[in-house]
């Protein structure tokens, strides 16, 4: 089967593209221009024929991604913009909301599609971490960033814009799968993982800056101590790349919300791990007692992992060593 993955790109998707052409599909990239695409040809090399690209410039435009299904089996939907410095909330929302309904809307013009499964994130599952004990499943909304966009637009704090983006996005693509899937050749399969980090497999630049946004978390966390975003759970990119290829070839992903999720962290467990292994990071304040750790919300994704049969492969000692590692090649 061929599978098509759109922003291929990106940190989650490099990976994701990787874990697809491993389990022995072919597979299509799009990225937004020719230049985004050399990095990958040679990262994938070695598979051959079974990595291409397609240049797809804007995703918002009506058919944009009309060719790009041509042919295809199974789509994984991840190309928007992840970012903490949008001023208008319209910077994410449009890409996010519009970009995931062209490819809607071209996955179900082609009958040879049989599974969407669209990238979205616990963003959609939980808002500001609530101080008071709480669980989250599958069934869990956040509905709560919609209305602080809403009521401040671009006054709005940053995560929230964020995070309403791929709200909006995540309840679209519903409504359009329950209104069509009659018709559709395709079933929708939604994946929503927390914090994605681990080393990185796509084109980064030069500073820090260049990295993706999550990765930039976990530096800062562990190069300069700062915990920017209050902590909930997490998962390494390989291991979501490898949960993508499950909910895009389960029967029973089919009508699905996963909640993917290796487990809760404190960001003080990623610097404990790193000071056991580097001089250069900052190890956790003193006072961090890691026997002693309440960790608050709590994911319930029981559901999510019988039905895919998903296994976590990664630890946060496994995935602060790769890190680091790759840190400290360059
Ligand atoms: P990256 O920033 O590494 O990748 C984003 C990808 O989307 C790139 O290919 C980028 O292309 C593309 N993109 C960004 N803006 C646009 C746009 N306006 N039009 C078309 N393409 C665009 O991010 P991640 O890999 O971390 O994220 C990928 C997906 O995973 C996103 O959908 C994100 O919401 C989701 N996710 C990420 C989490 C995380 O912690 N990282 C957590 C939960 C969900 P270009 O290089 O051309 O800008």
Redesign the pocket.
């Known amino acids: 089967g061929k599978v098509l993955v ?8 490099a990976w994701t593209v990787n874990a697809f052409l491993d389990a022995g599909f072919a597979v299509r990239g799009t ?3 020719v230049a ?1 695409a050399e990095h990958l040809k040679k990262t994938f090399g070695s598979y051959g024929d079974k990595f291409e690209y397609i240049v ?1 410039p ?3 435009e009506d058919g944009a991604f009309d060719e790009a299904v041509q042919g295809i089996d199974a789509v994984v ?7 903490l410095t949008a001023q208008d909330p319209a910077e994410l929302i ?3 909301l519009k ?1 995931t309904m062209t490819l809607l809307r071209a996955a179900a013009g082609q009958r040879s599609v049989k599974r969407v499964v669209y ?5 959609t599952v939980i808002g500001d971490v609530p101080s008071e004990p709480r669980t989250y499943d599958e069934t869990s909304w956040n509905e709560d960033d919609i209305l602080e966009v809403q009521e401040k637009g671009r006054n709005a704090h940053q995560l929230a814009k ?1 995070r309403a983006s ?1 709200i909006f996005a995540e309840k679209r693509a519903w409504e359009f799968y329950e209104e069509n899937k009659v018709s559709l050749s395709w079933d929708l399969a939604v994946v ?6 681990g080393p990185v497999h ?1 084109h980064v630049g030069e500073g820090i800056e260049s990295l ?4 930039q978390l976990l530096f800062a966390a562990l190069t300069k101590g700062e915990y920017t975003i209050v902590p909930h759970w997490w998962i390494d ?1 390989r291991d979501l790349a490898h949960s993508l290829v499950l909910s895009a070839t389960n029967p029973a992903a089919a009508g699905q919300r996963l909640l993917v999720a290796a487990g809760p962290y404190k960001w003080e467990d990623f610097a404990a791990a790193a000071c056991k292994i580097s001089t250069k990071t900052v190890p956790p304040p003193s006072s961090y007692d890691p026997m002693n750790v309440v960790y608050n919300p709590t994911c319930n994704n029981v559901k999510t992992n019988k039905l895919l049969g998903m296994v976590y492969r990664y630890s946060k000692e496994d995935t602060v060593r790769d890190v680091l590692q790759e840190w400290e090649s360059h």
Request: glycine content about 6%.
């Open positions: 759109t922003g291929a790109n990106g940190f989650i998707a990225v937004r221009s985004k797809v804007n995703i918002e939907h991840t190309a928007t913009p992840v970012n449009d890409p996010s970009g990238l979205s994130s616990c963003a964020y791929k929503n993982p927390p914090l994605v980090i796509h993706n946004a999550s990765n990119a």
